[in-house]
């Protein structure tokens, strides 16, 4: 079944980041969010079976599909490899999402972050392909893809021995395209020269390409002053062929109207801009960084409770700002309400799960040496 690329919301709201209050997602300010997503003619709403603790797909029925007819909105979700520990538990996974997220049907359903080893390996292993597209035959799918954080070379043989797929789902951002791990323009020409329709995750890298140095901004500043460092990156993404819907995981109702704006009246970036981001790329390279997206898979099962992304937040931070005494505040709140990164017993779990694949316990240590004195 063909995806009518016309019908695809340029903007996709990513249910991964969502606000929250006490440790709780905040239903009424998603819920606004969601409301103004939707009034601004926007409809793809992205979510997953481990985002927020599971909690993501449950928000997602109490702020959308409560809320608004269900023809109104297009949702996805996504099978999770590293949750299959025998065939049974595919269709238990699939039925729990169904009923968390208050569906009969997912519009969008993806194999989560498919990769060179264990996912890949674990989907083949239990035909999850095979059962996607019996699920797409049945009604409970209506188009079946896979997101990606593997090898170029991997998704040429997953693309030659699966052409039911319609979609893929790629990291891509003006950072990443010569990122010798993410190799995320690779993977972009692969899926264009094949037409295959691309979902882009992480067009601002984690928030990463939303705030940086004062005179890195300056440069986009001086070309559109009324723009955010942000819109940036998403008319980036938004100008290549070929991609069908970028999804950004938007936190507050700030980040939403910022966003609505920049694709209302969607601008391309033109050969001039285009040159800016380049040289803004490369200043940005020059400044070691971790490059965490904070997607948090690292924590779940992290026996330390180390909130391992905020702790590269303030190593990356202090990397640009040596003096930003702000940093080390934030660190000590982190700190307080979990483990230190000096409290990290190099067990390795959280390794196994990252998409970027950092070193993460390498990481730790310098964290504890930066932070733990």
């Known amino acids: 079944m063909s995806i009518d690329l016309s019908t695809m919301p ?77 065939e049974e538990d595919i269709d238990r996974i699939f039925n729990e999402q169904l009923e968390r997220a208050g569906v009969d049907y997912f519009d969008f359903y993806l194999l989560h972050s498919l990769e060179d080893g264990n996912n890949y390996d674990t989907y083949e292993r239990y035909d999850c392909f095979k059962w996607g597209v019996q699920k797409r035959d049945e009604g409970k799918i209506k188009h079946f893809g896979f997101s990606f954080h593997g090898s170029p070379e991997l998704l040429e043989q997953v693309l030659d021995k699966h052409p039911e797929i319609e979609f893929v789902q790629i990291q891509l951002n003006y950072l990443d395209r010569t990122n010798p791990v993410v190799r995320s323009q690779r993977l972009y020409e692969i899926l264009h020269d094949r037409n295959i329709p691309i ?75 285009f040159a800016i981001v380049n040289e803004v790329t490369e200043d940005i390279l020059s400044i070691p960084q971790i490059g965490c997206t904070a997607c948090r898979y690292c924590c779940d099962g992290c026996p330390m409770r180390i909130s391992i992304p905020d702790v590269f937040r303030t190593i990356n931070t202090l990397r640009r700002y040596p003096d930003d005494w702000r940093s080390k505040n934030f660190y000590r709140g982190v700190a307080s309400r979990g483990g230190k990164a000096s409290d990290c017993i190099g067990c390795g779990q959280c390794e196994g799960v990252c998409p970027q694949h950092l070193p993460i316990i390498e990481l730790m240590k310098e964290a504890a040496e930066i932070l733990d004195v």
Do not use: C
Request: no cysteine.
């Open 10 to 86: 340029k903007l996709g709201f990513g249910l991964m980041r969502l606000p929250e209050q006490n440790g709780v997602i905040d239903i009424d300010q998603v819920s606004r969010m969601v409301d103004s997503y939707l009034e601004a003619g926007m409809n793809y709403f992205d979510t997953a079976y481990v985002y927020h603790g599971g909690k993501s797909e449950v928000a997602a029925r109490e702020a959308l599909v409560k809320r608004h007819p269900r023809e109104s909105f297009m949702l996805a979700t996504k099978l999770p490899a590293w949750e299959i520990r025998k």
């Open 199 to 273: 979902i882009v995750m992480e067009p601002v890298r984690g928030g990463m390409l939303a705030s940086m140095a004062p005179e890195v901004e300056a440069k986009f500043k001086a070309k559109r002053p009324e723009k955010s460092v942000a819109s940036w990156a998403l008319r980036f993404v938004g100008s290549l062929p070929g991609v069908m819907t970028i999804l950004s995981g938007m936190s507050n109702e700030e980040q939403m109207r910022d966003n609505i704006s920049t694709f209302s009246n969607f601008e391309p970036l033109s050969g001039e801009e």
